[in-house]
């Protein structure tokens, strides 16, 4: 049985940027198959990894500065990001979606890994999403359910 985790991250705090857990949310009202775990990563760190691990797909979701217009969505796999880990990180507090994928394959675990990131407009205190990135979050919902219900066919 294919086992697919759909990761939220962000800070629910700093307005936009916590997209990712409003999306979870959202799917958490759906009807989604059994293979599918829900996740809040909140303001992840190194224990990303043990939701990471369990996974023979992960859909990841952030807020994620593209330079589009606010709201805007990006879909793509982890490896066509070709982000790279922060060498100068001296925590495990400071480890992000990154470097926790990157200890994952030096220990050889290799998820797919489709992350799906919503352009921000404000990232400042505050509890509500702006207009522009609220109106998205049914969207990338509709969006991850597809991508589920391709990869269990």
């Known amino acids: 049985m294919k086992r ?3 990761l939220g991250i962000g800070n629910l705090l700093m307005q936009d940027d916590g997209v990712g857990v ?3 949310r959202h799917l958490q009202q759906r009807e989604l198959p059994p293979e599918v775990k829900l996740i809040d990563g909140g303001t992840y760190s190194y224990d990303l990894m043990d939701f990471i ?3 023979d797909t992960c859909i990841v979701v952030d807020a994620m500065r593209g330079g589009g217009e606010p709201g805007t969505i990006y879909r793509a ?3 066509e990001l070709e982000v790279k880990p ?3 990180a001296v925590s495990l507090h400071e480890m992000s979606l990154v470097e926790a994928v990157y200890l994952l394959r030096l ?6 890994i ?3 990131g919503v352009e921000p407009h404000t990232v400042s205190f ?3 999403l702006t207009d522009a990135v609220a109106r998205q979050v049914p969207r990338v919902a509709d969006m991850i359910e597809q991508d589920i219900k391709s990869l269990l066919s």
């Open 4 to 6: 697919i985790t759909v």
């Open 86 to 88: 922060d060498t100068d």
């Open 126 to 128: 505050g509890l509500e």
């Open 77 to 79: 796999p982890f490896d």
């Open 53 to 55: 691990i369990e996974a």
């Open 22 to 24: 409003h999306v979870i």
């Open 107 to 112: 220990e050889g675990h290799d998820p797919d």
């Open 114 to 116: 489709i992350v799906y």
